[in-house]
Structures are given as C-alpha cells and as structure tokens.
C-alpha cells in the first residue's frame, strides 16, 4: 500500500509539474501580448490626438471625423482587450497559488507516507524472527473440542492482549 502511495504522490508531482509549465507559458504569451497592445494603444493615441486637430482645424472634411471615430473605437476595443488578458493573467496567477497549496498537501502525504514505511519496517523488525517460516510447524487450523470454526474471538484475543500488556516484555 505505501508503494503505491509513493507512485500516487510521485505521478501528482509530475502532473503538477506539468501544470505549471503549462500555466508559465500561458503567462508569458499574456505579457507579451498586453506588451503589443499597449504599443498598439499608444500608436492609436497618437491617432486620435492627430485627427482631433485635423478635424477641428478642416471640419469639412469628413474622413477626418471619420477616421477619429473608427480610432476611438478601436482603443475602447483594445483596452477591453487589455483588461480581459489583465483579468487572465490574474487567474493564473490564482491558480498557480491554488496549485502550490495542492502541493503542500502532497507532501503532507508524502510525510504520512514515510510515518507509515517507518511503522512497517520497525514491525517488521519487531517480528523478525531467525527461523525460516518454511520450517516453523504449521499452526492448529482445529483443535478438538472447539465448539466453532473461529481461531480466536474478539474476547479471547482481548484477553490475551490484557494479560500480554501486565506482564514486562522480558517475560515474555
């Protein structure tokens, strides 16, 4: 069973791993990409600071006014754009914050996990014996005289665990 804790936690570090790559690259594409659009809101800034005057200054002209209007829309468009990769870049961030708490949990588990390897070894090394099991006689599967198929109740089992616990180990 730690076995296959330990290949659980090991395929949850790989994948997590994974993830973050993943979510890094997507946050980089972000950046690059808020990077062009604040070059494209400047060069459209300039544009309409351009066509103000020209339209104010030659108010006959209509394609003046025309291509003030089509400026104006296009930056309302470009900074909702902004906004919405500021916005992304922000969940990104949230789950990478969430992936690193999922982390955290996966090397509790990874604690347990060695608690748990240590307990067995240290049983195992308790029971340990120096006679090979192939040659301890087998056990009794039925005594005569027992009334049912059972090897020991609960009770009997209880019992002998209260009379092991008073008696010093070294008794044994």
Do not use: C, W
């Not at 039925?142 to 009379?163: C, F, M, V, W």
Request: charged letters at 30%.
């Amino acid at each position: 069973m730690v076995h296959q804790l330990d290949d659980l936690t090991k395929e949850s570090e790989e994948k997590a791993t994974e993830i973050f790559d993943i979510l890094e690259n997507i946050s980089n594409n972000l950046q690059e990409t808020e990077q062009k659009i604040d070059k494209i809101t400047e060069v459209l800034n300039k544009n309409i600071k351009l066509f103000t005057t020209l339209s104010t200054k030659f108010s006959n002209i209509a394609i003046f006014k025309s291509a003030l209007k089509n400026n104006n829309s296009i930056l309302n468009d470009a900074n909702k754009i902004l906004a919405m990769l500021q916005t992304s870049g922000d969940s990104i961030i949230d789950t990478m914050d969430i992936m690193q708490y999922q982390d955290i949990h996966r090397q509790k588990i990874e604690r347990v996990i060695n608690v748990m390897r240590s307990l067995s070894n240290y049983t195992n090394n308790l029971l340990e014996s120096k006679i090979d099991d192939k040659k301890r006689v087998s056990s009794a599967q039925h005594i005569q005289g027992d009334i049912h198929n059972e090897l020991a109740s609960e009770k009997e089992i209880e019992t002998l665990l209260t009379k092991f616990g008073k008696k010093p180990f070294n008794a044994l």
